[in-house]
């Protein structure tokens, strides 16, 4: 998605964990994304840090690599000489509407049956379109009408499968967490995928954990 | 009767402490093993201290009876010292129940902690009463905004960094420089803004969440903006951080105080605690009758904490008491001394008060070394460096000869029958035993004791030295005293630019032989270099 705010433009996207760039006339900006957890109003610091709008270095993005449901808000801030820290842009994530992807990755047809229930439910709970890519055709089809392509991009992609832990879950912490990931400020997961290990859930609680019913 | 092991290891300031029978034994910080200090050398854990606590408790950490660990700490650490037999507890709960059992404070009082995080919290507030501590504020690290980060990451940006991206001033080290320049500062109405952009007060909450990032991004944006080119800017900054410091913590503790109106008296915690300036403002609110900073107020007091946790949780320490000093480091024998000293080509004599306050008078430097050394930031009458506190020349004097580059102004160490007589509050003595609280110097002793004395404030850090507690201190004052008619001398610690304090007569004796000193003191001795 691309925003223009004043001379800032600013591409954010959920696609693979959550991404935003900045260009703009200040050679940075401060990027914050926070969390709304268990229906709060008060918001928990999840990551923050400051991006270069016009060259590579030190961060030309500004990336959190969880890619499971959270309810979460990015905020943008700039320098202001006057003000000091100014908040020029946010965005809640909210899916109302939207085009959302569920990529449900099986070839377990039992599975997939049960993680397309929970994507009706998903969209039921949150109102979006969906776009199903799984192994199965028949399943695809239960895509939101003109949606089923490749062709757009989504506002969000969520994938349901049961994943291995990937390199860059850099994170792993002591062995007294049991291979939990500590994300930002104490927020521990199992990793980007999965919020818990999935080793002992059902495929429901599965479902249930990556798209946060 | 139980002996307890007490070890922080978490990101900075590791340290070691030993209770025996609810008996505080030996506290030590890593760095005084080291030789890094804590701002040099994150992420390191006790290992060394553990070792020498060991050495000096005669009890194997295996064999004691309780081994209890501050979070945030790694298994694989704690393992390794204890065989998987160990308790944790709450980085703050350590902070709070160190600070509120070595206050000595009767009837009700609160312990407040405030860091940049330890565990999950940045702050906690206790209600104590005579013995017992009820949580009444926890503040999570994720939801608050915390004073302590800005400190933190104003220090280790506003002076940018060097070649190798290495901060110029480095968080947890050196936030004392930055607060000693605040009184050269002035108000500023742009530079409060821009603070206040970063940190808020209302209803008990400080606000917004991640101060120390947001810090980070503004500061570095304005050092490379050129607003700090020169130190007049740099002073301007820190008066302004001071005050908002000063202005939204008091407003923390009035709001408390209306909702806990009984509780004035108040012992604090965590290295926010270690500004001596916000520590005099809170002393001189009407209602506060008696505040107590504990002396290790930083993460290196979390060991001393744990293990008072677990012995009040045993019952063996069931009442504040009061500490009647720190030196609960390494200790040396004369023989080790004189064994050391023939390392280096000096002389020695033995120690007669009287003689060495006569060289003080005529403006030598003397290094102190006595006891164990201090636990906590503070050399207090261990590990020391006198000198007459009567001249404005002295503060360029010895920072040249310590290659120190400091601006704060040197504390004052004082006796405690003319205390009032010099500084005009009278609340808090017993805090100020350990150097942690600043006063106002009474008008006719500012230029007596110029060197000791704040040139743009007219404060003064001083610890007051009693006879009972402190008896070798309060005999050379004394001394002194009756030569100069000056019931102060000028006490530095005893270590060099960048340094710890020192540790052994070894790292004493070099500063003699370099001209640092005068005379060295150890023990019952007098050294002096060889002509």
Not at chain 1, 65 to 84: A, W
Not at chain 2, 227 to 235: A, G, L, V
């Amino acid at each position: 998605m691309f925003f223009q705010v004043g001379n800032e433009k600013i591409l954010i996207d959920f696609n693979d964990g959550i991404t935003v760039r900045v260009g703009g006339p200040d050679l940075t900006y401060f990027i914050e994304c926070v969390e709304y957890r268990n229906g709060d109003h008060e918001p928990v610091m999840l990551e923050s840090f400051h991006v270069t709008s016009n060259c590579d270095w030190p961060y030309k993005e500004f990336r959190v690599p969880i890619e499971f449901y959270m309810d979460f808000e990015l905020k943008i801030y700039k320098f202001d000489p006057i003000y000091g820290l100014k908040l020029i842009f946010n965005h809640r994530y909210n899916d109302y509407d939207q085009v959302v992807r569920f990529v449900i990755d099986t070839k377990n047809r039992e599975d997939a049956e049960l993680w397309l229930k929970k994507v009706k439910e998903y969209k039921r709970k949150n109102y979006c379109k969906i776009q199903i890519f799984s192994e199965f055709e028949d399943m695809d089809s239960e895509s939101d009408t003109r949606y089923q392509t490749r062709d757009i991009t989504p506002y969000k992609t969520y994938r349901i499968g049961r994943f291995p832990k990937n390199s860059n879950d850099w994170k792993t912490i002591d062995p007294r967490k049991e291979g939990m990931i500590w994300y930002g400020y104490w927020k521990t997961i199992w990793s980007y995928q999965h919020p818990r290990l999935w080793k002992n859930l059902s495929s429901e609680e599965i479902a249930n954990d990556i798209l946060g019913l | 009767m139980s002996t307890i092991y007490g070890f922080y290891g978490g990101s900075h300031s590791p340290s070691t402490s030993f209770i025996k029978d609810g008996e505080i034994i030996c506290c030590i910080e890593e760095e005084r093993i080291t030789r890094k200090k804590a701002g040099d050398n994150f992420d390191c854990v006790a290992e060394l201290s553990s070792r020498e606590v060991e050495k000096i408790s005669g009890i194997p950490i295996k064999d004691a009876d309780y081994r209890v660990f501050v979070e945030p700490v790694t298994e694989a650490f704690a393992n390794r010292l204890t065989d998987f037999n160990y308790d944790r507890v709450s980085h703050h709960d350590a902070h709070c129940y160190g600070a509120y059992f070595t206050s000595g404070m009767e009837g009700k009082a609160l312990s407040i902690s405030y860091d940049g995080g330890g565990d999950k919290s940045v702050m906690k507030v206790y209600l104590c009463e005579n013995g017992k501590m009820t949580l009444a504020y926890s503040y999570d690290m994720c939801s608050t905004g915390s004073l302590s980060h800005l400190w933190a990451f104003s220090v280790s940006t506003i002076k940018g960094y060097d070649h190798e991206g290495e901060s110029i001033w480095k968080m947890c080290k050196d936030e004392g420089k930055l607060m000693g320049m605040a009184p050269d500062g002035e108000y500023d109405e742009n530079f409060y803004r821009i603070l206040k952009s970063l940190i808020d007060y209302k209803d008990l909450r400080f606000f917004p969440i991640d101060t120390g990032n947001k810090t980070r991004f503004v500061v570095e944006t304005m050092h490379r903006l050129g607003w700090f080119r020169d130190n007049k800017s740099i002073e301007k900054f820190s008066f302004n951080l001071q005050k908002i410091t000063e202005d939204l913590m008091l407003n923390f503790l009035n709001d408390l105080h209306i909702r806990f109106p009984e509780y004035t008296k108040l012992c604090f915690s965590g290295g926010l605690f270690a500004n001596v300036k916000l520590n005099q403002k809170i002393n001189q609110l009407p209602w506060v009758e008696e505040i107590y900073i504990i002396p290790a107020m930083g993460d290196e007091g979390l060991s001393l904490g744990a293990c008072i946790m677990k012995a009040h949780q045993l019952g063996e320490i069931n009442k504040p008491f009061k500490l009647k000093n720190v030196f609960f480091g390494k200790k040396y024998t004369n023989k080790q001394i004189i064994e050391a000293s023939e390392r280096y080509h000096v002389q020695y004599e033995k120690y007669n008060p009287k003689e060495i306050a006569k060289l003080l008078n005529d403006g030598e430097i003397i290094g102190w070394f006595q006891h164990g050394f201090e636990y906590g930031p503070r050399a207090l009458g261990a590990r020391s460096i006198l000198v007459r506190p009567t001249d404005y020349e002295t503060h360029r004097k010895l920072n040249t000869r310590l290659k120190r580059h400091d601006s704060m102004p040197f504390a004052p160490i004082v006796m405690e029958e003319f205390f009032e007589d010099i500084f005009n509050e009278n609340k808090s003595k017993y805090t100020s035993e350990f150097m942690t609280l600043c006063f106002q110097t009474k008008d006719e002793w500012i230029e007596k004791i110029p060197a000791v004395i704040q040139k743009s404030d007219k404060t003064a850090r001083p610890q007051l030295v009693k006879k009972d507690n402190n008896p070798l201190f309060w005999e050379i004052l004394n001394e002194y005293h009756k030569i100069s008619g000056i019931p102060v001398l000028l006490n530095t610690s005893f270590n060099t630019h960048n340094e710890p304090i020192i540790d052994n007569p070894d790292h004493a004796f070099p500063k003699l032989m370099d001209g640092t000193l005068d005379k060295l003191i150890i023990g019952e001795y007098v050294f002096s270099s060889r002509k």
